[in-house]
T-cell receptor
Framework: GENVEQHPSTLSVQEGDSAVIKCTYSDSASNYFPWYKQELGKRPQLIIDIRSNVGEKKDQRIAVTLNKTAKHFSLHITETQPEDSAVYFCAAGPSGSSNTGKLIFGQGTTLQVKP | NAGVTQTPKFRILKIGQSMTLQCAQDMNHNYMYWYRQDPGMGLKLIYYSVGAGITDKGEVPNGYNVSRSTTEDFPLRLELAAPSQTSVYFC???????????FGPGTRLTVL
């Protein structure tokens, strides 16, 4: 079946450094790739997403890149801050109206930003 | 708007008991989803619905049932609770013209 692999499972960085999380997916029909942040005991919240018609998207300190040929996408966080500490999930699925919206999630990356 | 709401927040069940996890959204979203999240793991899709009266299985449907009689509500039923169903359950919804899924606060279920 469809699968999303996420690496690393844990990541520790110093405040101000950059963090990169990588995901690969198996379903070539996927064209929607969201990233969710989940703080301890909270719900997942969307932080950025990308669709297959673009290769990169940026929102302030967060960026996502997509290589559809290689079926991998990455989350980049620059100038990390302690409040970036959380679990981050990538996901892959279909895009557009009248689709099921079924997402396959990666296993998650626990990011720790040390002050 | 309250967004996506879930009740209860916490529940402890004994093996073999049954219960219904409630999920409601007030955004008039047709698409709704149930996920489970085991400790240290990602989210797995249990069931989903593309509109009132239409439901389908996700990746891990065994041991669960759903119904969708209204646009607003999407309850998840556990008939014979097992320890393997100990997890955090999240409900999510999505609008017709958008890809973004909005999650509820979750229900933490323990089966002993």
């Amino acid at each position: 079946g469809e699968n999303v692999e996420q690496h690393p499972s844990t990541l520790s960085v110093q405040e101000g450094d950059s963090a990169v999380i990588k995901c690969t997916y198996s379903d070539s029909a996927s064209n929607y790739f969201p990233w969710y942040k989940q703080e301890l005991g909270k719900r997942p919240q969307l932080i950025i997403d990308i669709r297959s018609n673009v290769g990169e998207k940026k929102d302030q300190r967060i960026a996502v890149t997509l290589n559809k040929t290689a079926k991998h996408f990455s989350l980049h966080i620059t100038e990390t801050q302690p409040e970036d500490s959380a679990v981050y999930f990538c996901a892959a699925g279909p895009s557009g109206s009248s689709n099921t919206g079924k997402l396959i999630f990666g296993q998650g990356t626990t990011l720790q930003v040390k002050p | 708007n309250a967004g996506v709401t879930q009740t209860p927040k916490f529940r402890i069940l004994k093996i073999g008991q049954s219960m219904t996890l409630q999920c409601a959204q007030d955004m008039n979203h047709n698409y709704m989803y149930w996920y489970r999240q085991d400790p240290g793991m990602g989210l797995k899709l249990i069931y989903y619905s593309v509109g009132a009266g239409i439901t389908d299985k996700g990746e891990v449907p065994n041991g669960y049932n759903v119904s969708r009689s209204t646009t607003e509500d999407f309850p998840l039923r556990l008939e014979l609770a097992a320890p393997s169903q100990t997890s955090v359950y999240f409900c999510a919804s999505r609008g017709d013209q958008r890809d973004t899924q909005y999650f509820g606060p979750g229900t933490r279920l323990t089966v002993l």
